[in-house]
Nanobody
Framework: QVQLAESGGGLVQAGGSLRLSCAAS????????MGWYRQAPGYLRELVAT???????TYADSVKGRFTISRDNAKNTVYLQMNSLKPEDTAVYYC?????WGQGTQVTVSS
């Protein structure tokens, strides 16, 4: 069993930045891919970004150029740097790896 713990969410004004962290309880080297989903009220969970074990990222079109995913294998942590935030980025952000999910962290962007 692997636990994933997200942190870094909060309230920010439009145009601001936040950095989310996802700390794993075990080595993340075992995961070929990790990433972030988000879910806004009344909407389905959507994929935001992923990163492979060799560091190759992918992004949803809605966040390309604004969000950056990265990983620190030594710290067993994946990050999501979010810049130029928009109100439509408001959601609960979840970290995932294989079958494991974190509890989520709330991101609220005010206009």
């Amino acid at each position: 069993q692997v636990q994933l713990a997200e942190s870094g969410g909060g309230l920010v004004q439009a145009g601001g930045s936040l950095r989310l962290s996802c700390a794993a309880s075990a080595s993340i080297l075992m995961f070929n891919r990790m990433g972030w989903y988000r879910q806004a009220p009344g909407y389905l969970r959507e994929l935001v970004a992923t990163i492979t074990s060799d560091g190759t990222p992918t992004y949803a079109d809605s966040v390309k150029g604004r969000f950056t995913i990265s990983r620190d294998n030594a710290k067993n942590t994946v990050y999501l740097q979010m810049n130029s935030l928009k109100p439509e980025d408001t959601a609960v952000y979840y970290c995932y790896a294989h079958i494991y999910w974190g509890q989520g962290t709330q991101v609220t962007v005010s206009s």
